[in-house]
């Protein structure tokens, strides 16, 4: 693949409660319309509502080690990314990618790509895709248009954060000894020291508006934050 974008694309878009078939159209054919100009794609799946919908059940059942919490978040993620490369046809690599070294039998110009081990989020899985493709950028799309200093819907005050630094930003996150499986963050802090490492940069945005995500993709202004 020569110099793809990465996506990091959250479960609960795909799929907030029942699938949302409406959202994988327009991703696809925004995709599609992004592929025939040129453009390469690595889109890396979350596990998102369903896969916290497994792990709590999980855990009020039985008492599940963090492993096992982990792995019923990975397979959740690998559900995900299956639906969302057979979408896309004979575009996408012959199957989801699960180790980054694997992408260097792919010749095809999107890669759907999944969870691989305990220990981390989709996040990070996507921040080493950026580092086995060369990447110097990453996509986080999610529930919201710009990440802020607290929650905004406990502090309505909260102020949103449109640039940051690394430092600036992992100081809003749990430390990274305290990331439990099926944690909500912004960003996952376990990748964002690695991408504070690769001097990664991350523009985190709503995927719900794929204009929006178009804007990106040409250059021009859009709303989201920006972590470099």
């Known amino acids: 693949m020569n110099s793809p974008t990465i996506i990091s694309l959250g479960g609960s878009l795909v799929v907030p409660d029942a699938i949302d078939t409406a959202f994988l159209s327009g991703f ?28 709590a059940a999980g855990k009020e059942v039985a ?34 990618v699960i180790k980054p070294a694997d992408l260097r039998h792919v010749t095809t110009p999107l890669v759907v790509a999944g969870a691989e081990e ?6 990070y899985d996507a921040v080493e895709m950026a580092l086995q493709a060369g990447a110097k950028a990453l996509i986080n799309l999610s529930n ?15 102020k949103r954060i449109e640039r940051a630094t690394w430092p600036e930003f992992r100081k809003i996150l749990p430390p990274v000894e305290a990331w439990e499986p099926g944690s909500n963050t912004p960003f996952d802090p376990v990748a964002a020291k690695r991408a504070e490492e690769l001097k990664l940069e991350v523009a985190i945005m709503n995927g719900k508006n794929l204009e929006n995500l178009k804007q990106y993709l040409e250059g021009k202004e859009f709303k989201g934050t920006v972590i470099r």
């Open 144 to 158: 919201i248009d710009y990440v802020y200093e607290s929650d905004p819907r406990i502090n309505p005050e909260a």
């Open 118 to 123: 305990p220990g981390h989020s989709s996040d």
């Open 28 to 55: 696809k054919q925004l995709l599609e319309e992004q592929i025939a100009k040129g453009k390469e794609f690595i889109v890396v799946l979350g596990g998102g509502k369903t896969a916290r919908r497994y792990q």
């Open 63 to 96: 008492s599940l080690t963090p492993a096992q919490v982990d792995w019923l978040g990975i397979y959740a993620i690998q559900l995900n990314a299956e639906l969302v490369r057979i979408v896309f046809g004979s575009l996408a690599h012959k199957s989801v």
